[in-house]
């Protein structure tokens, strides 16, 4: 075992890695990284996403330090959000990640398409679906 390991801190590592295995979360992280973001600007700029669903998000990231939310007082009240020094230290593994995914997009898209022109028939066996 190696001597880094910790297992006191084994759950906070599993949250850690599915908060930023997250689509939604990897996302909002990538535009925040250009500054502060109106809620409003962050829904138009996320694609596919849900009011809810971005609501819940930006809370989470909060909670884990990696977001903040300062509202100033106007009428109406304007909110924006950011990341944190700790939020800014995570978007260069998230950008070198992203880059990777497109550096190799054609890859990747060739390996899924032959993959399942291979498995094609398997889909229609039931026993095959539940193995899968």
Request: hydrophobic share 40%; with cysteine; proline share 6%.
């Amino acid at each position: 075992m190696p001597k880094h390991y910790d297992p006191a801190k084994c759950q906070t590592v599993c949250e850690m890695l599915s908060r930023i295995g997250d689509k939604w979360s990897v996302l909002v992280i990538m535009i925040l990284g250009d500054g502060p973001t109106r809620f409003s600007d962050l829904k138009r700029a996320v694609v596919g996403i849900s009011q809810r669903m971005l609501t819940l998000t930006l809370r989470a990231l909060e909670r884990d330090g990696l977001v903040r939310r300062t509202v100033y007082p106007t009428v109406p009240p304007r909110v924006e959000y950011e990341l944190t020094e700790l939020g800014q230290s995570l978007r260069e593994p998230i950008q070198a990640m992203g880059g990777w995914v497109f550096r190799n997009h054609d890859q990747i898209k060739d390996a899924r398409a032959e993959f399942d022109a291979r498995h094609a028939g398997e889909r229609a066996d039931p026993k095959v679906a539940r193995l899968g």
